[in-house]
């Protein structure tokens, strides 16, 4: 799978009026719909910035807006390229707005873009600081797991309430992991306020990516002991 280009927009001129239109589906001089870019991206087609810590408001009222305008009531008199850009545009509007809404479905697109969102072999290996607590989870759910098989109920409720300990401690590991992809977005904002070297841009998105991958790691755990729980 080829992974999208990187930020190619800027260079998009109108088909009508020849100006630069940045990849927002409406031209900012003339007003026209413009035709889908390929490999445009979600950020530029909103007039945004490449800024991880988004302002939902400002982004729920750009998709409304646009939602309105695109609306194909408006392009019924259009010609008939005009009537596909429309829908074009609108099938990007829903795909974009759906992934920048979602904090962690940013930082991952946002480093797809950039050929940085690396899961590999690592989204299986423990974050070393939990590797003990690993352990022992898995210790526990293979006993819950055996006690059900063979009917033995006496250790039940023990057995219960060390992973519901266990679920609790790791759904407080997410938390931290939250506030921890929080901070770095915040400091990929300021380095791009800063104008930050290519090197130093890197190291952030290698940090994200990083903690994108412990963060999945930690959810899996949280999902798979709620549902031996539930079982
Ligand atoms: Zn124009």
Not at 140 to 149: G, K, M, N, Q, T
Request: charged share 25%; proline share 5%; net charge negative.
């Amino acid at each position: 799978m080829n992974a999208p280009s990187p930020i190619v927009t800027a260079s998009t001129t109108c088909w009508n009026c020849s100006a630069a239109t940045g990849g927002v589906p409406f031209c900012p001089a003339c007003g026209k719909i413009q035709p889908l870019v390929q490999g445009a991206d979600f950020f530029s087609f909103f007039g945004l910035p490449h800024k991880l810590t988004l302002d939902l408001e400002t982004l729920e009222q750009r998709f409304h807006s646009l939602s309105w305008k695109l609306h194909p009531d408006h392009f019924a008199r259009a010609t008939e390229s005009e009537r596909q850009y429309s829908l074009d545009q609108s099938s990007q509007l829903n795909d974009a707005y759906r992934t920048l809404r979602d904090p962690v479905g940013r930082v991952e697109y946002f480093l797809s873009l950039h050929g940085m969102r690396k899961e590999g072999q690592k989204k299986q290996q423990a974050p070393p600081e939990l590797l003990e607590e690993v352990f022992e989870l898995n210790e526990s759910l293979d006993e819950l797991r055996e006690a059900r098989a063979s009917g033995e109920s006496a250790h039940m409720p023990q057995l219960r309430a060390k992973l519901e300990s266990a679920q609790h401690k790791f759904e407080s590991s997410l938390t931290d992991v939250d506030r921890e992809l929080a901070k770095v977005l915040a400091d990929w904002d300021a380095a791009l306020d800063a104008g930050a070297e290519e090197a130093e841009k890197k190291r952030l998105m290698e940090r994200m990516n990083e903690v994108l991958n412990r963060r999945s790691y930690i959810r899996n755990l949280v999902n798979g002991v709620r549902q031996e729980l539930a079982a």
